[in-house]
DNA sequence: CGGAGTTGAATTTTT
DNA sequence: TTCAACTCCG
């Protein structure tokens, strides 16, 4: 990258006050430009740093993003306000809990705690889980959420007695959150807007003292986001988002692709800067990406150009199946670290985490090292849960979910019914607190009060320890004191991989205590309840193997995209709406632009899945790449790529010899009833095609509807 | 209460 | 294929 900025980029760094909409297309130098900005605030404009708030889009972005301005200032650490959405949400409540009725000791509950909580819900209610998946109750209720809709109004507002029921656990769900002392992942932002809209003062205190406010990533942002920068810089107006309508990819996870497109509708006199050039990417390996993207049609429009040479084409290998192009990538990758590229130079991506199994195979007959971004994660690993919990309930003693995780590991003769005796006489006070009144106790009978007791006093044990010892003496006191590793050596199976997470997580506290300015159980916690993926992601000497979603934001020298095949990339979810078509189209050229010098695409044409075969044509999404960019090869020599491409064009057709299950079934007809395990209740509204192509169209109450492959959808029949 | 054995379901992406 | 949840028996 050049050392000076570009007009566009300096026009950025500069225009300090009122509103600027940047369209920064990938590699143009965006966070160089907000780095150089704060630093020029900071710098030039003698702004003190509690002024500014930056939002980005992972922890890992925003540490980088401190310690450039530090570079750029000449300062280690300098405290301006950085973080994601959810972490700085959670700053303020942590200071203004009191406020909206929480201790602020409060507790935050990951995915799976929230999970656990609604499971119990409905158990309590006397429902079957398989009729009332809490997956389903926990993403309505984050719709709920999200949207401010309170449990009275979704009652109010329920359509029939489903919703009715639903919004009943919402109530209990909210009920049950306070009574334990945590908030939830949605209500690290909701609640600081709930708070601001009551509470004027307190939002006029915030908005007054953010003077700038900036925000990375623009176009993931949701709706609610979308309000708390608002009312965060509603005192100053000096608001500047960037972002890149072409990498928009978390439009399923609620990100509202509108609030970049309209932003300039919205805000009067809001000033808009386009960053084209890119500094990136060789030439091919950009003019593949700018050919793909024109495809979409919902973008704001602008067209990156770069001033370096074509450079290598971009090479395309089809090959038999996924083995095939697991062990295409492990020698094409052998062969760049015998041309001098580093391994941590190198990324692998795919669409699914299922694809990253074949690769890691490959990788491992060939003695590469390798590192997984995401997959099953560290932090929801039993073992790690295990004693999180056990943390958790240390330091928040009415946290009742990880309570009932954690009092029957290692076993101690605390069963189902022990435990649902125990919950039925606590009635309404919290578990730990009624096991610890006098009398409480009675109840029971004198093995269970002594194993129950004994557990009840371990964790005071713990207590005591958590207010004077770092987080790291008390993890190892939990681990020597339930005797945790000869609870791992029963199972000789996972002992080894257990033992050494469990070390890690260890190794883990032990940093984090040495170096943390705050070494407390309380500090340890809050750090990593909002980690992320990305944000483990070291400058090791390994190949990085991640999905696309988890790409976003980093560069490689070269980089390779696995499994470009119809179903996969494009997925089948995406096949009956175009909108997430054209998402699918961003994620692939998010995945593409990564790539500094080479880009390899790979496909298979059969792929296990499932313990099956299935068979898979090229992606579409490869026919929309120039032929003069690439260079085939690959197993099927005889066919090239337009070859290739005549064959996707028959997907459509019925494959006549390949009739499957689906076809011949004659449950799939219209009018019938069926269970889908995310949206449940559906009635088939229409049917088409055959064979392998066969769609049905179900029409789900309160998520429309949905068209599904025949022979994929996971339905049950009613 | 806990373990062994069986059954059935699952694979889209995650702050 | 793999894993979680459920059932049944000691």
Same mark, same amino acid.
């Given at each position: ?5 570009n ?22 130098g ?9 630093a ?25 993003m401190?310690?450039?301005v530090?570079?750029?200032?000449g ?19 942590r200071r203004?809990?009191?406020s909206i ?11 799976d ?99 700038y ?21 509603s ?46 990417s060789t ?28 450079g ?26 015998r ?48 004693l999180l ?9 009415d ?42 106790m ?15 006093k ?6 005591l ?42 190794? %883990? ?5 040495? =170096? &943390?300015?705050?070494? /407390?159980l309380?500090?340890?916690? $809050? *750090?990593?309840? @909002? ?8 400058g ?13 934001g ?6 390779f995209?696995?499994?470009? %095949?119809e179903?996969?990339?494009?997925? =089948? &979810?995406?096949?009956? /709406?175009?909108q997430?078509?054209? $998402? *699918?189209?961003? @994620? ?19 792929r ?27 197993r ?52 088409e ?18 068209k ?11």
């Amino acid at each position: 990258m050049s050392i000076e900025l570009n007009p566009q980029q300096s026009e950025a760094v500069r225009a300090t006050e009122g509103r600027y909409l940047v369209l920064a297309g990938a590699g143009s130098g965006k966070t160089r430009v907000l780095t150089e900005r704060i630093a020029f605030l900071i710098r030039e404009k003698k702004i003190s740093t509690e002024r500014i708030l930056a939002f980005t889009f992972t922890n890992k972005a925003a540490a980088e993003m401190r310690a450039r301005v530090g570079k750029s200032i000449g300062t280690q650490s300098p405290p301006f306000w950085v973080g994601t959405f959810h972490s700085t949400g959670l700053k303020i409540l942590r200071r203004e809990a009191k406020s909206i009725g929480f201790n602020n000791n409060f507790a935050i509950y990951d995915e799976d705690d929230s999970l656990n909580l609604i499971k119990d819900i409905v158990k309590k209610k006397g429902w079957k889980l398989d009729e009332y998946p809490p997956s389903i109750l926990r993403n309505r209720i984050s719709r709920w959420k999200n949207a401010l809709v309170t449990p009275e109004e979704a009652l109010e507002k329920a359509m029939d007695a489903v919703e009715e029921l639903q919004a009943d656990v919402y109530g209990r769900y909210c009920r049950e959150l306070k009574k334990c002392n945590a908030f939830d992942f949605d209500d690290l932002i909701t609640r600081v807007v709930e708070l601001f809209t009551v509470n004027h003062r307190i939002k006029e205190r915030y908005a007054r003292q953010f003077k700038y406010v900036l925000v990375d990533e623009f176009q993931d942002t949701n709706t609610i986001q979308m309000v708390m920068i608002d009312m965060l810089a509603s005192m100053h107006g000096n608001l500047f988002v960037v972002g890149d309508e072409d990498q928009a990819i978390y439009g399923w996870r609620g990100a509202a692709i509108e609030n970049i497109l309209h932003f300039d509708r919205l805000y009067e006199n809001t000033v808009i800067i386009r960053l084209e050039e890119n500094y990136r990417s060789t030439g091919n390996i950009l003019e593949a990406s700018n050919a793909l993207i024109v495809n979409n049609i919902g973008r704001k429009g602008k067209r990156l150009w770069t001033r370096k040479e074509a450079g290598d084409p971009i090479r395309l290998y089809y090959c038999e199946d996924d083995g095939g192009e697991a062990s295409s990538v492990r020698d094409a990758i052998m062969s760049l670290l015998r041309g001098g590229y580093g391994r941590n130079e190198i990324a692998v991506l795919y669409r699914t985490h299922a694809q990253s199994r074949a690769l890691e195979t490959a990788m491992m007959r060939g003695g590469l090292p390798y590192q997984i971004i995401g997959g099953v994660r560290f932090y929801e690993r039993k073992e790690i849960k295990d004693l999180l919990g056990y943390l958790k309930l240390v330091n928040n003693p009415d946290d009742d979910v990880n309570f009932r995780r954690v009092i029957n590991v290692p076993r101690r003769g605390i069963g189902k019914m022990t435990l649902e005796k125990l919950e039925s006489t606590a009635g309404e006070k919290n578990l730990l607190s009624a096991v610890r009144q006098p009398g409480f106790m009675d109840e029971f009978t004198p093995s269970n009060r002594e194993r129950i007791e004994s557990f009840s006093k371990l964790i005071a044990a713990l207590q005591l320890k958590a207010m004077k010892e770092t987080a790291y003496e008390v993890l190892s006191s939990v681990i020597d004191m339930i005797s945790y590793r000869n609870y791992l050596a029963e199972d000789p199976a996972t002992e080894q991989v257990r033992s050494e997470n469990v070390e890690e997580l260890l190794n %883990e506290t032990k940093r984090f205590s040495a =170096y &943390s300015e705050d070494p /407390s159980l309380a500090a340890f916690l $809050e *750090e990593i309840s @909002l980690i992320s993926d990305v944000d483990s992601l070291k400058g090791e000497e390994k190949v990085a193997l991640m999905t696309l979603h988890n790409s976003k934001g980093l560069e490689f020298r070269a980089i390779f995209i696995t499994g470009l %095949e119809e179903g996969i990339l494009p997925h =089948y &979810s995406s096949f009956d /709406s175009d909108q997430e078509m054209e $998402e *699918e189209r961003r @994620l692939f050229y998010v995945g593409m632009t990564r790539a500094k010098e080479k880009l390899f695409l790979l496909c298979a044409s059969s792929r296990m899945q499932f313990g099956n075969w299935t068979g898979n044509h090229p992606s579409r999404f490869l026919g929309e790449i120039p032929d003069r960019c690439c260079l085939v090869s690959g197993r099927s020599q005889t066919v090239d790529k337009k070859e290739m491409d005549r064959i996707m064009d028959d997907a459509d057709c019925p494959a006549d010899h390949d009739e499957t299950a689906a076809r011949r079934d004659s449950r799939f007809r219209v009018g019938a009833a069926v269970f889908h395990p995310s949206y449940g209740e559906g009635t088939i509204k229409a049917v088409e095609g055959t064979g392998t192509a066969m769609k049905v169209s179900v029409n789900f109450t309160g998520y429309g509807t949905k068209k599904f492959l025949a022979s994929y959808a996971p339905f049950t029949f009613r």
